[in-house]
């Protein structure tokens, strides 16, 4: 169209024109060149005090998006860069990126404590759906069949679509690569954890939840269009590192409890099984370090937060990244029995919740023979890990938070004071 070359040119010459210029480019009416002015180009054309017209943004509208803000369809030039697909493949889309805003909204909520199960189960959805909408707008079937061809229905009579496993059957094949690895990762994840409460998993599978986001992303912007990016409407999640050290360290005790191995075999199985190549890339998880920027850098920098692409597959590029971390890591001095308690502290703290006595001997004695957490003998064989650990150096137990909230709930009730208190020991 000449009326979009001119105002191109104009825009990257920074150039001022009157209206007979664009009247004799154009070949346009001046009725209706003042027409568009004023309702289809307001927002890129600016008049000047000298009566000339200067532009503004042209350079960010697409042709294509140009030709439709003149369109006479209102949904068309109210909306000019939104992609024309087919309304099934819109929806599709759509549902897909509400999945995976929500997946986000789950995982940054700062109240959430359920956060890797509701993230991986709306970003399935969201892989999914975007998937199903691949395939319409590429005419491709997506729902079972039994053996005679005829379509399987679900309970609400609707044909059943493939779900995603299928679906990265057909989309991938036979190619395996870190995007697909990421997926089937987060699936499987999702399917062991569906009936547990296991918060403590967010800061294992941390770079593979950040890795998904990305790489879902950038699948929706392949092929759908910069239009339904999430980037304009995700913020950087606010990092807390005051707190972020004493929660790793609750995660990691609470990963030791045997209620968590299925779930850590299942991720140390799987990584296991891939290659290193793989595992290695950022889209199978997204790892990073948190840089301050300092000098002239900070005063200069357009934002507070920059991604900086690198290539894995360039060896001397990673070796001077690996430099630079080596560089900025912080010192940290390791301390034994981080957040456990002595038979003395525990005592007290469960006195004082409880508000009745609850001594070292007779009562926590008798409590930690009574609900069976630690062998009668100075050894690791037997302890409840959840509760109590041997400590080898000081040839003695050590208590946990858990066990303190385990003992304060049981002992509020008075028949379990009471069967405490008349306990025998007869091992």
Same mark, same amino acid.
């Given at each position: ?10 825009? +990257? ?10 009247? =004799? ?18 927002q ?9 017209? +200067? ?9 294509? =998006? ?7 369809k ?7 860069l ?22 986000v909204?789950?995982y ?14 709306f ?5 999914t ?9 590429n ?9 005679? $061809? ?6 609400? $009579? ?37 009936? +547990? ?7 294992? @599978?941390?770079?593979?939840?950040q ?10 912007v392949?092929?759908? $269009?910069?239009?339904?990016a ?6 950087f ?9 004493k ?15 299925? @779930? ?15 595992? =290695? ?23 507070c ?33 981080? $957040? ?12 004082a ?35 109590c ?31 405490l ?7």
């Amino acid at each position: 169209m000449k009326a979009y070359e001119f105002f191109t040119e104009k825009e +990257r010459l920074g150039e001022t024109f009157t209206l007979e210029e664009l009247e =004799a480019r154009s070949g346009w009416k001046r009725s209706t060149i003042e027409i568009y002015l004023s309702k289809k180009w307001s927002q890129f054309i600016v008049k000047e005090a000298d009566g000339k017209y +200067r532009v503004e943004g042209i350079t960010d509208l697409p042709l294509e =998006a140009f030709i439709r803000l003149h369109s006479q369809k209102v949904e068309l030039f109210i909306d000019p860069l939104r992609p024309v697909l087919p309304r099934r493949v819109e929806d599709l889309v759509n549902k897909s990126r509400e999945a995976a805003l929500l997946a986000v909204q789950v995982y940054n909520n700062p109240l959430s404590m359920f956060r890797s199960h509701g993230y991986t189960v709306f970003m399935t959805i969201a892989w999914t759906s975007i998937l199903h909408a691949y395939f319409e707008k590429n005419g491709q079937e997506y729902f079972y069949k039994d053996e005679e $061809g005829r379509y399987l229905l679900a309970e609400d $009579g609707e044909r059943r679509a493939w779900d995603i496993r299928k679906c990265l059957n057909a989309f991938y094949g036979d190619r395996n690569c870190a995007e697909r690895a990421n997926i089937e990762f987060l699936v499987g994840l999702r399917d062991k954890i569906e009936h +547990r409460y296991l918060p403590a998993i967010d800061w294992e @599978v941390a770079g593979e939840c950040q890795a998904a986001l990305l790489n879902y992303e950038k699948f929706l912007v392949e092929n759908f $269009g910069e239009y339904y990016a999430l980037n304009q409407t995700l913020a950087f999640s606010l990092q807390f590192s005051t707190t972020s050290l004493k929660q790793k360290v609750s995660a990691k005790r609470r990963l030791q409890s045997k209620e968590y191995e299925e @779930v850590r075999s299942f991720i140390k199985r799987y990584k296991d099984l891939l290659p290193d190549d793989i595992v =290695a890339r950022p889209e199978f998880s997204f790892r990073v370090f948190l840089v301050p920027m300092l000098g002239n850098h900070a005063k200069s920098a357009d934002y507070c937060v920059q991604f900086i692409k690198y290539d894995p597959d360039n060896p001397s590029e990673m070796e001077q990244y690996e430099q630079d971390i080596v560089l900025i890591k912080s010192r940290v001095v390791q301390a034994v029995n981080v $957040g456990k308690y002595s038979p003395k502290k525990v005592a007290e703290q469960v006195q004082a919740r409880i508000g009745k006595v609850f001594r070292i001997i007779p009562e926590h004695v008798n409590a930690w023979k009574m609900y069976n957490v630690r062998p009668r003998q100075k050894t690791a064989e037997g302890c409840e890990t959840e509760f109590c650990q041997f400590d080898e150096v000081h040839n003695d137990f050590v208590y946990t938070q858990e066990w303190v909230d385990f003992l304060a709930g049981k002992l509020q009730d008075d028949a379990e004071y009471e069967r405490l208190i008349r306990y025998k020991d007869h091992a």
